[in-house]
């Protein structure tokens, strides 16, 4: 059946305690040198042989995280010292020089057991230079759910260093040809693994959009033979066209209080934004300009909209007050901006821009300030996504070649290409933290 | 205190999840192969019973349309009996040229009085998908009001817009760019007369 199984995703219970204190925040984080962290392989404790490689699979999960984020510079495996399926993973069951000698500031060991389908976890997090230990977590999930342990442990560690959990418990929806002619939406982490094909009906499909509840995904169909939004229930596979009986719905949005849909809707060759109800049946009209007004995008808060209109002849960035109906232009910049995605720190929108003859990611205050490209214009980069935390921003980008989807961190650093569907992948849209 | 509420977070997480989980009738599914080495079940393409008939498109042997010829993994190259029209960059003005392939077809459909068309618009890859998507819809309905200002009616004339995602060309190129600014007319499969 086409959807996602309920156990692949929620049967992982935390059990643990936080141990120790909590470091000082901003120890890793914009402008810091990276730091030095070792991912150990867990230590096999059950009397399970470990055919799943358990043992480096979770180590290795958490390395892809932390090193996407950015703020670490995770050591190279070659250069460990111990076996750590000989050494313990406790205070007092190993030697913190063996870390200390090859530079690592930060250490992460573990164990873990398999008993059937069920697997147990512990993780630690250490201080190498003070011998402490930071954090202890004990996890309990289906022996194939590891890698949901690792993206959590992971968020852990950032929690710790930060003062804000990661975003790696986290799923990508993103469009892809999967190197054939047709669009479908295809769900993934950010490493490729745990991939989801929500739609395969052969046709183009566009524009995934997640609910803040993190359990349903919007998007725009031609499986009807003309364009309309679909609304699709990832674990009960349940999915809805939502319909308007006077035009064509393109694209819709979910507000983050999860009551509403902000969509376009297409009469006649006229393009305007509509609120719709949860359950996509139409509230009122936003807009009524006869231009195109397309490409909205919810504000944290929930009260603003901000959205492309060619009014003014190229399309640029309006933001309209949804209580008051009065929008406001934001963008003067540039000569055709699209594709708005506001941080939910509220404080950034990012856009696609057209810089000469190419598309590049900016950020802009929504105040209208202190535009900011940060791709090059060698290429093309769109489609901006945020992380739900606000660090991170997720795009497509050409620079190689066929699209891929890549992330970075808010202010342009560390662009790093994901595991794709093999083809052009597009339009990324963040989940929000899952369970 | 950090300790209390995390584990108040754990507990009522699990209730919410354990309250919110349909229980799985079955092991399988419709996953899609993963890259990992291991377990992940490839997916089956084909739908299975009952599932199919929610998943899959219309179609029909029958159908011209852009998204007919793709699914038949045909150009969409237009070879009927009307012209493409082609549009400026960013526009949905119709030119003069476009005019004339207006009349030209305005005066096939007066002698073909069956004949209904669906008006499909496209753009060129530049831009994002929803603002071309947007633009489509605008040539199309272009070419639309000037075919009924031609004497044509509008109950012939559906409309459609494929923004970039059915191009006829990939180069990155003016010519193609040019050749994907289009609108295309296609003679729906006749139909009895009601």
Known sequence: MRKLSCCFFCLLFLVGAVNAAQISLEVVGQGMPKYPIAISPLKNTGAAADPGRISTGIADSIVYDLDLSGWFRVLDRAAYIEDPQKSGDTLGGFDFKDWSTIGAVGLVKGRFAVQGDDLTVELRLFDVAQSKELIGKRYVAKARDFRRIAHKFADEIINQFTGTPGVFNTRIAYVSTSGGRFKEIHIAHLDGTERFQVTNNRTINLFPSWTSDGKSVIYTSYKDRSPGLYHFELFTGKEVKWSSANGRYIGGQASPDGQYVVATLEIAGNSNLYLLDANGKAIRQLTSDPGIEVSPAWSPDGRQIVYVSDRGGSPKLYILDIAGGKSRRLSYSGSYNTAPAWSPKGDRIAYTGRVGRRFAIFTISPDGGNARQLTSESYDSEDPAWAPDGRFIAFASNRVGRYHLYVMQAGGENQRRLTGSGGDDTKPSWSPRLD | ?194
């Open chain 2, 1 to 194: 205190m950090v300790h209390f509420k995390m584990a108040c977070y754990m507990v009522i997480g699990l209730i919410m999840l354990a309250a919110g989980c349909a229980p799985s009738a079955a092991k399988k599914t419709d996953t899609a192969a993963s890259d990992s080495a291991g377990s992940t079940p490839k997916a089956s393409t084909s739908p299975s019973p009952g599932e199919g008939k929610r998943d899959t498109a219309r179609e029909s042997t029958t159908d011209r349309s852009s998204l007919g010829q793709l699914q038949e993994g045909k150009s969409s190259e237009t070879t009927g009996p009307l012209k493409d029209i082609l549009y400026d960059y960013d526009s949905h003005s119709l030119r003069a040229d476009a005019r004339e392939i207006l009349r030209a077809n305005a005066d096939w459909l007066k002698g073909n009085q069956a004949a209904r068309v669906e008006i499909e618009g496209h753009c060129d890859e530049r831009g994002t998908n929803e603002y071309n998507l947007a633009l489509g819809a605008k040539r199309a309905q272009a070419a639309k009001d000037f075919l009924a200002t031609l004497g044509i009616g509008a109950d012939r004339l559906s409309t459609i817009s494929y923004g970039e995602e059915i191009p006829v060309c990939k180069e990155a190129s003016e010519t193609c760019w040019q050749r994907n600014r289009r609108a295309r007319f296609v003679v729906l499969p006749g139909r009895p007369a009601s």
